[in-house]
């Protein structure tokens, strides 16, 4: 009996820790994945990080809720794994066990200052000029 007490006070805590049940539901279809953990703090685009070591085994302790919206784009339900800054990165792999709240990283001039999204797949994907000459040349018909 005391197993049924303690899964209903989780799945409370699940709806309470989302701000109830559409918040749950919209966390749920967002990640496909519900999670409530301690807030570990906050990028600059908004995007929420958590931890919860008691619950989730290593790999799976550390999590993202994304912003919904970001650089002026709707990011409601196109969320993508660029969207988290370089210094978070480290954090969220483990690669850390300080956040970049408690200790701020070094800064890089190779890091960029505002996120620009992935762009493979769509018309702007960078194409790398070519410095070699072709091998094989494409065959163009005799003109009569």
Known sequence: MAEYVQVFRRALGQIGGHGGLRGLLTQFFRANDIKTGTLIGVDKYGNKYFEDKKHYFFG?????????????????????????????????????????TTHPPVPKKFLVETHEFNLSGTAKLYVPYPTTSKKVHEWVPPKV
Not at 70 to 97: F, I, Q, R, Y
């Open 60 to 100: 799976r302790h550390r999590w993202v809720i994304y912003t919904t919206e970001m650089n002026g784009k709707n990011t409601m339900w196109e969320v993508d794994g660029s969207m988290v800054p370089a210094e978070w990165h480290c954090w969220l792999h483990c690669m850390t066990e300080n956040p970049p």
